[in-house]
């Protein structure tokens, strides 16, 4: 028996996933398999390739739905003069201040000033530069966002 302080149980008791009942679910990485641990026939652990299975599809699915949101979001304000294009390619990127100021070997503070649009607009060409590359994109790039779309056509899945 396993004892712990807060949990007690039988090894035996525990159920383990066999390898025949791994999921083999569509999911969002379209044919992309990942490794998952089942038991096989003789009662071992072994390594099995699956494409997911539907709790982790729809976590998945809502989680791109949300990053979605937040991107069309940006757009919007970029679009209403209220951030600059660089917030954004911050939220494309899955980044926030903090994050990028540690790639860019600058303070968070300044990444927030360079969120404003009067102060991007000034921004001297190094430092556009470095934001580009950083994004792996070119300066003129990094200057336009794509033109606000509706709400719902914007889906990774279809």
Known sequence: MY??????????????????EVPQEDSIGRGV????????EDG??????????EPKNVANDQAWD???DQIRDEI????AGNRSPLGYHM????????????????SAW??????????????PRDILERYADLFDISVSELK???????????????
């Open 33 to 40: 398999k990942e490794v998952t641990y089942a038991v096989d």
């Open 44 to 53: 071992r652990y072994v390594t099995v390739q699956s494409v997911g299975w």
């Open 66 to 68: 949300e990053i979605n």
């Open 76 to 79: 919007q304000r970029v679009h």
């Open 110 to 123: 300044r990444i927030r000033r360079h969120l404003k649009p009067e102060i991007f607009a000034k921004l």
């Open 91 to 106: 939220t494309r990127n899955l980044m926030n201040p903090s994050l990028l100021a540690s790639y860019m070997g600058i």
């Open 144 to 158: 336009r966002i794509p033109e606000p779309r509706p709400e719902g056509n914007d889906r990774r899945r279809s």
């Open 3 to 20: 004892r712990n302080r807060r949990l007690e149980f039988k090894a035996n008791e525990i159920h383990s996933m066999k390898k025949a």
